[in-house]
């Protein structure tokens, strides 16, 4: 049996090692995937938080690595810590941006990727593309959100929240935009850009007439086949030098962690006041 670690991004931390019902229902007999959570919240609204993403998801992936996982699934399409996990280990690791854009380039010419985030997040897809080299062969990005919206996602009940319980308003607006990539940019394969989407990229494809890229899945199943050919990242692009910094990951997370707690706590003292 193979252990397949997902990495979580870590915005909400719930203590459980059980994995999105998605990979669930598609995860090969010989494979247990476990839910392997980032230790602080963390949420990519700015660079400076992008980095804190990338420092926890690579302190995730490092603890994984000492439980003996034999693969690492970056489960955003941020692919957070990426090349530094591949840097530091000699077990493969793979991201869902990557691994669903490569595979839009295997499918058609033009790909748009469709996203439930709003256009302040633009940057982290522009970073990606760059880094890919796959910018002239993405037609467009679409949001779903508005910049604005970003301020509801602390409550119980959200945009996101919404779309995951398929709230019929959010679906029909995600549609449009599919429809508006294909017919107005000349996307010809759409990929939906957060594995958050995941819970409702069966109904979406069902309505769009090129194929419906879900990163969560796709980027999963690439994982499940390197693990079963025993192939892994080069050494060559990847190199590994001295030892992992394990202990140096961690205990930057535990500050951070703590440092966040302690402000949470401040500021719902002051709020009571």
């Known amino acids: ?23 669930l229902d598609i995860k090969g007999q010989n494979f247990d995937a476990k839910l392997i959570e980032t230790d602080l919240p963390s949420f990519p609204v700015n660079e400076i938080n992008r980095q804190i993403s990338e ?3 690579v302190e995730a992936g490092l603890r994984a690595y000492q439980k003996g996982f034999d693969g690492i699934f970056i489960n955003t399409v941020g692919d957070y810590g990426l090349s530094s996990l591949r840097s530091a280990l000699d077990i493969p690791v793979v991201g869902a941006g990557q691994a669903s854009m490569y595979t839009a380039m295997q499918l058609g010419r033009k790909f748009s ?58 679906k029909e607006r995600i549609i449009e935009e599919c429809n508006k990539s294909i017919n107005k940019d000349g996307a010809d394969t759409i990929l939906l850009g957060c594995t958050c989407m995941s819970p409702i990229s069966y109904e979406i494809s069902n309505n769009i007439s090129v194929p419906v890229l879900n990163p969560m899945t796709l980027g999963y199943k690439n994982l499940e086949i390197l693990v079963t050919l025993n192939i892994s990242h080069s050494k060559k692009e990847y190199p590994s030098d001295g030892e992992i910094g394990l202990k140096q990951f961690s205990a930057m997370t535990k500050s951070f962690r703590e440092t966040f707690s302690t402000n949470s706590r401040n500021n719902k003292i002051r709020g009571s006041s």
């Open 1 to 23: 049996m193979k252990k397949i670690a997902v990495i979580g991004t870590g915005f909400r931390i719930t203590g459980s090692d059980i994995p999105p019902k998605e990979i």
């Open 55 to 57: 420092i926890a998801i």
């Open 113 to 170: 990727i469709v996203s439930i985030w709003p256009p302040k997040l633009k940057f982290i897809y522009e970073n990606l593309l760059n880094l890919y080299k796959v910018s002239t062969k993405c037609a467009s990005i679409r949001f779903i959100s508005e910049d604005n919206d970003l301020d509801t996602l602390s409550d119980e009940k959200n945009f996101v929240t919404e779309m995951r319980e398929g709230e019929i308003g959010q």
